[in-house]
């Protein structure tokens, strides 16, 4: 019987077991956006896992949002990854790099000089950002990129994906999710354009489209996850008039079903009326990693069920670095500190213990 710790494949990525570390951010790159030599033990320390997915790293200085978080945007910043990917691959783990350009959920303080926050339209998202200089400010007011702006950062994908090759990763995983630039355009509330990538559904998915395409053509179809979480309202997201949720989903995943994506990657919002695993397997013939507050019975059960090929788990990787093996020896889980999330160093990031350390 197929296991959570059955072996796996996703398009080309050849998984040990079938658990995943989720993507999470954890603000411990630089203040300029290089990863650290403490980024490649936090994730060595994670790499019994099937498959690791990178926290959000952005494509540019114009797709960074948060403070302290990772950009890959030249060759570089692509060795300053090497470490990380070395030490995966050391343990015998496999990773992926997370691709998040944050377009309006974003503050000028966490950014480059000169960079600036872009989004499909103008129109600002409601609420508050960390800053380190300044605590707590208000999201910053976008940019509309023109029409001609737009394959410019559909590049950004392409040279992101290139450049993970590059740095080692195995592959990429496009952010499609959580308020960020592809949810924005794919969103009537805000995408208010009137061009190709705005109005009906075929228009709003065509960013979307755009950029896995340029990822794939760049790494191969088999080395790119698409993340997605249809109805997610994080980051002030919301439909306008009569747009339908589903339909979005819908129209853009039998758009891209052809390609031969390495996985579809669902959190299923606990809780919504949406079935968003039932969505993503009615359109979509490939493998799919399931997401969102699953325990080990559970995950099991999706698994064993066929209703994916994998499950990911983010806050349980955070404070348990050996995850794996504590879900096989059913030992209990540590539970992690929320007040080191975010912060700079080494404490709440890599000083979790195994279980045979504690
Ligand atoms: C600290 C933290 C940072 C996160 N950062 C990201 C991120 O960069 N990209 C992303 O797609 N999801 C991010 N998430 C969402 C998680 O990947 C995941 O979807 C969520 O935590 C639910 O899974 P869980 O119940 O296993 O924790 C983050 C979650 C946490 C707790």
Same mark, same amino acid.
């Given at each position: 019987?197929?296991?959570?710790?059955?072996?796996?494949?996703?398009?080309?990525?050849?998984?040990?077991?079938?658990?995943?570390?989720?993507?999470?951010?954890?603000?411990?790159?630089?203040?300029?956006?290089?990863?650290?030599?403490?980024?490649?033990?936090?994730?060595?320390?994670?790499?019994?896992?099937?498959?690791?997915?990178?926290?959000?790293?952005?494509?540019?200085?114009? *797709?960074?949002?948060?403070?302290?978080?990772?950009?890959?945007?030249?060759?570089?910043?692509?060795?300053?990854?090497?470490?990380?990917?070395?030490?995966?691959?050391?343990?015998?783990?496999?990773?992926?790099?997370?691709?998040?350009?944050?377009?309006?959920?974003?503050?000028?303080?966490?950014?480059?000089?000169?960079?600036?926050?872009?989004?499909?339209?103008?129109?600002?998202?409601?609420?508050?950002?960390?800053?380190?200089?300044?605590?707590?400010?208000?999201?910053?007011?976008?940019?509309?990129?023109?029409?001609?702006?737009?394959?410019?950062?559909?590049?950004?994908?392409?040279?992101?994906?290139?450049?993970?090759?590059?740095?080692?990763?195995? *592959?990429?995983?496009?952010?499609?999710?959580?308020?960020?630039?592809?949810?924005?355009?794919?969103?009537?509330?805000?995408?208010?354009?009137?061009?190709?990538?705005?109005?009906?559904?075929?228009?709003?998915?065509?960013f979307v489209v755009e950029a896995l395409h340029a990822m794939a053509d760049e790494v191969g179809a088999g080395r790119v996850g698409f993340r997605i979480c249809p109805g997610n309202p994080f980051n002030d997201l919301q439909d306008e008039g009569p747009s339908d949720v589903e339909d979005t989903f819908r129209t853009l995943l039998e758009e891209i079903r052809h390609m031969g994506l390495a996985y579809l990657h669902v959190i299923r919002l606990a809780g919504a009326d949406l079935d968003n695993l039932a969505l993503a397997s009615d359109h979509h013939d490939g493998a799919l990693v399931a997401n969102d507050s699953f325990d080990a019975r559970e995950a099991e059960d999706a698994i064993s069920s066929g209703r994916c090929d994998a499950v990911s788990f983010a806050r349980h990787f955070l404070a348990n670095p050996d995850l794996v093996e504590r879900l096989a020896d059913r030992l209990p889980l540590a539970r992690f500190d929320h007040r080191t999330l975010y912060t700079p160093g080494p404490a709440g990031y890599v000083d979790y213990p195994t279980a045979k350390e504690s």
């Open positions: 019987m197929v296991s959570l710790f059955s072996p796996t494949s996703l398009g080309t990525l050849e998984l040990k077991n079938r658990i995943v570390m989720a993507p999470m951010t954890r603000s411990r790159s630089t203040e300029n956006g290089a990863a650290t030599d403490l980024m490649a033990t936090y994730y060595g320390q994670r790499a019994s896992a099937g498959l690791i997915v990178t926290e959000g790293i952005a494509p540019s200085e114009n *797709g960074k949002g948060y403070c302290r978080t990772p950009v890959l945007d030249s060759p570089e910043r692509a060795d300053g990854w090497r470490p990380v990917t070395s030490a995966v691959h050391q343990s015998g783990g496999l990773i992926v790099a997370q691709v998040m350009h944050c377009g309006r959920i974003a503050h000028r303080d966490n950014k480059a000089p000169g960079a600036e926050t872009v989004a499909p339209s103008a129109v600002c998202a409601a609420g508050e950002m960390y800053t380190d200089g300044n605590g707590l400010q208000p999201f910053d007011q976008p940019r509309e990129l023109t029409e001609d702006e737009v394959p410019e950062v559909v590049a950004e994908y392409r040279r992101f994906a290139a450049l993970a090759l590059e740095a080692g990763f195995d *592959g990429v995983e496009l952010h499609g999710t959580s308020g960020y630039l592809p949810a924005q355009f794919l969103c009537t509330g805000t995408n208010r354009r009137t061009d190709a990538y705005g109005g009906p559904v075929e228009n709003r998915i065509r």
